[in-house]
């Protein structure tokens, strides 16, 4: 199905066309509905939920661009892209682009900062974001 606002992503390298695989679309799924689920264990501390959480969304985020025909050249894009592959609102994808600029500096710098307001909009955001994926594949 064709995305003028994708296809634009295309034409300026960040993304790629790809066909899509079920197999692969359906492994991101099942990894990013697995990891959503166990970044709720609050018995884990906030910095591994966090990184449960992030990935998860990552997965799912993926795994609608991929289900598309798209694959992207940075990781941060399958977050952009929310609002043309789920038709997810801007302040739902704002949420998880401002985790993946946490999750850069955490990864990159060292220095950890989640706090529970973080944790728990990115969790409610990424079971959104799996309800629409879950859709968009059921759909098509």
Same mark, same amino acid.
């Given at each position: 199905?064709?995305?003028?606002?994708?296809?634009?992503?295309?034409?300026?390298?960040?993304?790629?066309?790809?066909?899509?695989?079920?197999?692969?679309?359906?492994?991101?799924?099942?990894?990013?509905?697995?990891?959503?689920?166990?970044?709720?264990?609050?018995?884990?501390?906030?910095?591994?939920?966090?990184?449960?959480?992030?990935?998860?969304?990552?997965?799912?985020?993926?795994?609608?661009?991929?289900?598309?025909?798209?694959?992207?050249?940075?990781?941060?894009?399958?977050?952009?892209?929310?609002?043309?592959?789920?038709? !997810?609102? $801007?302040?739902?994808?704002?949420?998880? =682009?401002? #985790?993946? *600029?946490? /999750?850069?500096? +955490?990864?990159?710098?060292?220095?950890?900062?989640?706090?529970?307001?973080? !944790?728990? $909009?990115?969790?409610?955001?990424?079971? =959104?974001? #799996?309800? *629409?994926? /879950?859709?968009? +594949?059921?759909?098509?």
């Amino acid at each position: 199905m064709p995305n003028r606002q994708l296809d634009n992503l295309v034409a300026t390298g960040a993304l790629k066309v790809e066909a899509p695989s079920a197999p692969e679309v359906e492994g991101l799924i099942r990894s990013g509905e697995a990891r959503l689920h166990d970044a709720g264990n609050e018995t884990l501390s906030i910095e591994s939920r966090f990184d449960l959480a992030y990935n998860a969304a990552h997965a799912l985020s993926l795994a609608a661009l991929r289900w598309l025909g798209y694959r992207p050249d940075k990781r941060y894009i399958v977050f952009q892209a929310l609002a043309h592959t789920l038709t !997810l609102p $801007a302040a739902q994808w704002r949420v998880l =682009e401002s #985790a993946h *600029r946490l /999750r850069n500096t +955490v990864e990159y710098e060292g220095l950890v900062n989640v706090d529970k307001e973080l !944790l728990d $909009a990115v969790m409610r955001v990424t079971h =959104e974001v #799996a309800a *629409r994926v /879950r859709a968009l +594949v059921a759909h098509q």
